[in-house]
C-alpha cells in the first residue's frame, strides 16, 4: 500500500514500509518479496506521509523514523499520533483526523473516510485506534485510497458525497473466509471501486508480503477477471513504476503464472455486502 502519489502540485506518500520484514520484532515476520525500488533518502519533497492504521504492514517503525528527518507533516487517523510521537515526531507536524475530517494544504483538501477494518500492534490495544481510507480532494483531480477494508455500504455515501474520482487505489489482497469483513477480497474491490465512483482503479495490498493463505498473485488475477466482467478499467503497473492515469492506463502482467483459485472455489462474501 505504499504509493507515492501526486496530485495537482502536492506530494503524499501512503503507509510507507521500507523494512525487510513487517512485525513486532525485525528479525521475524512476512519479509518482502522484492527491495524497496528507491532508497528514502532519494525521495522528492513531501506535503505529507498519510497513514491509513497502525498495523505492522502500513505503520513501519523504521521508516518513521528516518521520515521524521523531513520537513514533512504525518496525518493520521485518531490515535495513531500517538505511536509517532513517541517515536519522535514533533507534535507539531502530527494531525489526527476522525472520519470526515479534512486537512488542506494549499488548495487541496485530505479527506478521512470511514473504513471497515482493525488497528492493534499488542493484544492489549487491539481497536484502541482509528482506522481511515482517504480521499485527495484537488482543485483539477480526485483521488480516492481504501486503506484495509471489508465492504460495507458506507461506500456508496463516499461515492455520493465526493465522488467521482479519477483514480482509487483499492485494497485487493490478504483476505481469507476466516476474515471476510477485514478485506475486501479483489472481486469485492472492483465492487468497491464502483461504490465510490472510481473511474481508473489501482489494485494495491498485494504483491509485496504474504499475510494470508492464498497465492501471491491470485489477488491480482481474480481482479482482473471481475475488472472484465464489470467493465472496470484496472491499471497493473510494475512496482515503482509512474503512470498518469487521465493520460496511461499500464495493464502489463509482469508477475508470473501460477496456480490460483478463482471466485468460485474460494469466495470472499462480507456480511454488510449490501
Request: hydrophobic share 40%; with cysteine.
Amino acid at each position: 500500500s505504499t504509493i507515492l502519489l501526486e496530485i495537482d502540485g502536492h506530494r503524499f506518500l501512503t503507509d510507507p514500509v521500507w523494512s525487510e520484514r513487517v512485525g513486532p520484532v525485525t528479525c521475524s515476520g512476512p519479509k518482502r518479496w522484492f527491495p524497496p525500488l528507491i532508497a528514502l533518502k532519494d525521495l522528492p519533497p513531501l506535503d505529507a506521509v498519510v497513514l491509513s492504521h497502525d498495523h505492522y504492514d502500513h505503520l513501519d517503525y523504521a521508516t518513521i523514523v528516518a521520515l521524521k528527518e523531513r520537513d514533512v507533516t504525518f496525518v493520521a487517523p485518531l490515535g495513531v499520533g500517538a505511536h509517532l510521537e513517541r517515536w519522535g515526531v514533533p507534535a507539531s507536524r502530527i494531525v489526527e483526523l476522525d472520519w470526515w475530517d479534512s486537512y488542506t494544504f494549499g488548495e487541496l483538501t485530505l479527506r478521512a473516510l470511514p473504513a471497515r477494518h482493525a488497528s492493534g500492534r499488542a493484544l492489549v490495544d487491539n481497536d484502541a485506534k482509528l482506522w481511515a481510507g482517504y480521499a485527495f480532494l484537488g482543485a483539477s483531480h480526485r483521488v480516492y485510497y481504501s486503506g484495509d477494508t471489508g465492504l460495507f455500504p458506507g461506500l456508496r455515501t463516499i461515492g455520493d458525497r465526493l465522488g467521482p474520482f479519477d483514480l482509487t487505489m483499492i485494497e485487493i489482497g490478504q483476505y481469507n473466509k476466516a476474515w471476510p469483513d477485514w478485506h475486501l477480497g479483489p472481486e469485492q474491490a472492483i465492487e468497491a471501486n464502483r461504490r465510490v465512483r472510481g473511474s481508473v482503479m489501482l489494485p494495491v495490498h498485494w504483491g509485496l508480503f504474504a499475510l494470508a493463505s492464498h497465492g501471491w498473485t491470485e489477488p491480482v488475477e481474480r481482479a482482473l477477471v471481475a475488472a472484465h466482467d464489470a467493465g472496470t478499467v484496472l491499471v497493473t503497473p510494475r512496482p515503482g513504476q509512474s503512470f498518469e492515469p487521465t493520460l496511461e492506463r499500464p495493464q502489463e502482467r509482469w508477475w508470473p503464472a501460477l496456480p490460483w483459485h478463482t471466485r468460485a472455489e474460494d469466495p470472499i462474501v462480507a456480511d454488510q455486502a449490501d
